[in-house]
């Protein structure tokens, strides 16, 4: 197919929107379905997930989690077992009510989440407390039935990872709480090279049926916010409707404590939006399916494409993950069709490369050019990719503090949202109605979470003029 050509695509200046929608279908990342609301994850955006869960799922084994697997279907009066939680799902919950020809007794909810699920097993699991804690996660797929979709941010069915542990302690719990979104917070900044704002989130904002919900926020390339992963403290209100109880070592039978929390495939959403550029996709090389486009030029002269195996063949063993292009694309072609899915490092080589015993090396992020040896070829691959991620690091760092502003006074707050794309931090008096009337004027400027790190900005709520007591951090999302 030499004559294909990588398409352009939208300026990200032009319209955001479309140059992501572009990003998603020319990578290769994803496609529609013939499902309104479901998308097809293809093979190159489905390796950067298994990465994403190779790398996760090792964090959660080191921390004493187990893997299992729940039912997709939910019976509907299990679901109901727990007030808030089901009118917090009840817009989004597809329901099964025929079974092969029959109608069914009681409705099936395809799983939005699982607390329901889990919860009716750990009553018949947990006895003493000697079988606490319990520490599970499940890698699945879930079903929100959403209104307005986009691959990756908003689907009907995307996938996920869900923790659930529960705990003989409230302090346990709690720890566990925070320790998983520190867990994400690692996670976001040493593999995916995205530093961002963690908190809790308000009263309002907080996970159906939690008493607390802790939120990771990072900051895409255009100023929105993106709900990256959520970590919720359910202190023992599911396990008192479910009626889940443990013999202590007094003797006493008490309730235990539930956690839950989960990433998804919505951080693909945030890889692309974070990092990329008009020339596409820029992976951070630790989710990268390929991290080195080994481009052997003028292919056709003796040796070369038995060169670039031979180095080929060196990285790998080196445990770097290296895609030679042997096709017959013209090199200029191969140099766009990787810019475009983002690989980090190009690798080029060609007769006279191989005569001075050299090759070229391309940054994905800054396309400097680097001559490397091809001795030591192994160490001059491995420097690059870690500056393409601390290159990252850096511009995502850059726009998060260029475009987080400060607003004391509702005049400033309703001008800086209408005029500064970003965050805004501002004081708030608690009051869920200052919420809402600031999202109403804005048009759509939430709260993002309360970060652990608040300033003390002003007395006063931007909002009401009433005593303050947090500092928030505000902006619109995806």
Same mark, same amino acid.
């Given at each position: 197919?030499?004559?294909?050509?990588?398409?352009?695509?939208?300026?990200?200046?032009?319209?955001?929107?479309?140059?992501?929608?572009?990003?998603?279908?020319?990578?290769?990342?994803?496609?529609?379905?013939?499902?309104?609301?479901?998308?097809?994850?293809?093979?190159?955006?489905?390796?950067?997930?298994?990465?994403?869960?190779?790398?996760?799922?090792?964090?959660?084994?080191?921390?004493?989690?187990?893997?299992?697997?729940?039912? @997709?279907? !939910? $019976?509907?009066?299990?679901?109901? %077992?727990?007030?808030?939680?089901?009118?917090?799902? /009840?817009? +989004?919950?597809?329901?099964?009510?025929?079974?092969?020809?029959?109608?069914?007794?009681?409705?099936?909810?395809?799983?939005?989440?699982?607390?329901?699920?889990?919860?009716?097993?750990?009553?018949?699991?947990?006895?003493?407390?000697?079988?606490?804690?319990?520490?599970?996660?499940?890698?699945?797929?879930?079903?929100?039935?959403?209104?307005?979709?986009?691959?990756?941010?908003?689907?009907?069915?995307?996938?996920?990872?869900?923790?659930?542990?529960?705990?003989?302690?409230?302090?346990?719990?709690?720890?566990?709480?925070?320790?998983?979104?520190?867990?994400?917070?690692?996670?976001?900044?040493?593999? @995916?090279? !995205? $530093?961002?704002?963690?908190?809790? %989130?308000?009263?309002?904002?907080?996970?159906?049926? /939690?008493? +607390?919900?802790?939120?990771?926020?990072?900051?895409?390339?255009?100023?929105?916010?993106?709900?990256?992963?959520?970590?919720?403290?359910?202190?023992?209100?599911?396990?008192?409707?479910?009626?889940?109880?443990?013999?202590?070592?007094?003797?006493?039978?008490?309730?235990?404590?539930?956690?839950?929390?989960?990433?998804?495939?919505?951080?693909?959403?945030?890889?692309?939006?974070?990092?990329?550029?008009?020339?596409?996709?820029?992976?951070?090389?630790?989710?990268?399916?390929?991290?080195?486009?080994?481009?052997?030029?003028?292919?056709?002269?003796?040796?070369?494409?038995?060169?670039?195996?031979?180095?080929?063949?060196?990285?790998?063993?080196?445990?770097?993950?290296?895609?030679?292009?042997?096709?017959?694309?013209?090199?200029?072609?191969?140099?766009?069709?990787?810019?475009?899915?983002?690989?980090?490092?190009?690798?080029?080589?060609?007769?006279?490369?191989?005569?001075?015993?050299?090759?070229?090396?391309?940054?994905?992020?800054?396309?400097?050019?680097?001559?490397?040896?091809?001795?030591?070829?192994?160490?001059?691959?491995?420097?690059?990719?870690?500056?393409?991620?601390?290159?990252?690091?850096?511009?995502?760092?850059?726009?998060?503090?260029?475009?987080?502003?400060?607003?004391?006074?509702?005049?400033?707050?309703?001008?800086?949202?209408?005029?500064?794309?970003?965050?805004?931090?501002?004081?708030?008096?608690?009051?869920?109605?200052?919420?809402?009337?600031?999202?109403?004027?804005?048009?759509?400027?939430?709260?993002?979470?309360?970060?652990?790190?608040?300033?003390?900005?002003?007395?006063?709520?931007?909002?009401?003029?009433?005593?303050?007591?947090?500092?928030?951090?505000?902006?619109?999302?995806?």
């Amino acid at each position: 197919m030499a004559e294909k050509k990588v398409e352009a695509i939208t300026s990200m200046d032009e319209d955001f929107a479309q140059w992501y929608t572009d990003v998603v279908k020319k990578a290769e990342l994803a496609d529609y379905s013939g499902v309104k609301g479901c998308m097809i994850i293809r093979p190159y955006g489905y390796a950067i997930w298994e990465n994403i869960q190779k790398d996760l799922d090792a964090r959660f084994k080191a921390l004493g989690h187990e893997n299992v697997y729940m039912p @997709m279907f !939910i $019976p509907e009066s299990l679901l109901q %077992k727990e007030k808030d939680h089901v009118e917090g799902f /009840a817009p +989004e919950c597809a329901w099964v009510t025929i079974g092969g020809e029959n109608e069914l007794t009681e409705r099936l909810c395809v799983r939005p989440t699982s607390e329901t699920l889990f919860c009716d097993h750990f009553k018949n699991v947990i006895h003493s407390y000697r079988d606490l804690p319990k520490l599970y996660n499940q890698w699945v797929n879930v079903v929100r039935w959403e209104k307005t979709t986009r691959p990756f941010l908003r689907t009907s069915e995307f996938l996920w990872q869900e923790g659930h542990t529960m705990h003989a302690t409230e302090e346990e719990a709690r720890k566990e709480t925070q320790q998983m979104l520190k867990v994400y917070e690692d996670f976001y900044l040493e593999t @995916m090279a !995205i $530093p961002a704002v963690t908190g809790r %989130k308000t009263e309002k904002e907080k996970f159906a049926g /939690a008493m +607390e919900t802790y939120t990771i926020e990072p900051m895409m390339h255009n100023g929105v916010a993106l709900q990256g992963g959520t970590s919720h403290y359910f202190g023992d209100g599911f396990a008192k409707a479910f009626d889940i109880t443990f013999t202590d070592k007094d003797n006493t039978v008490k309730y235990p404590h539930q956690t839950s929390w989960g990433v998804s495939t919505r951080m693909i959403g945030a890889l692309i939006m974070t990092h990329g550029d008009d020339n596409g996709l820029i992976l951070p090389p630790k989710v990268a399916p390929i991290q080195v486009a080994l481009i052997p030029v003028q292919q056709h002269k003796e040796g070369v494409l038995d060169k670039a195996y031979e180095v080929a063949s060196r990285l790998r063993a080196a445990g770097i993950r290296v895609k030679v292009d042997d096709s017959d694309n013209s090199p200029g072609w191969k140099f766009s069709e990787y810019e475009m899915k983002g690989v980090p490092v190009r690798l080029e080589l060609g007769p006279r490369d191989i005569e001075n015993n050299s090759c070229v090396l391309v940054s994905r992020v800054t396309r400097n050019k680097v001559f490397a040896s091809l001795d030591n070829i192994e160490q001059g691959v491995e420097e690059m990719l870690q500056s393409v991620y601390t290159e990252l690091v850096e511009r995502v760092r850059t726009n998060l503090a260029s475009k987080t502003h400060t607003a004391t006074t509702y005049e400033e707050f309703l001008d800086t949202a209408a005029n500064k794309p970003g965050f805004i931090k501002a004081m708030w008096c608690g009051d869920s109605a200052c919420e809402d009337k600031l999202k109403d004027a804005t048009g759509g400027v939430k709260s993002r979470c309360i970060p652990f790190g608040e300033e003390h900005l002003s007395d006063v709520c931007v909002c009401c003029g009433r005593p303050a007591k947090h500092m928030v951090v505000w902006g619109r999302q995806y």
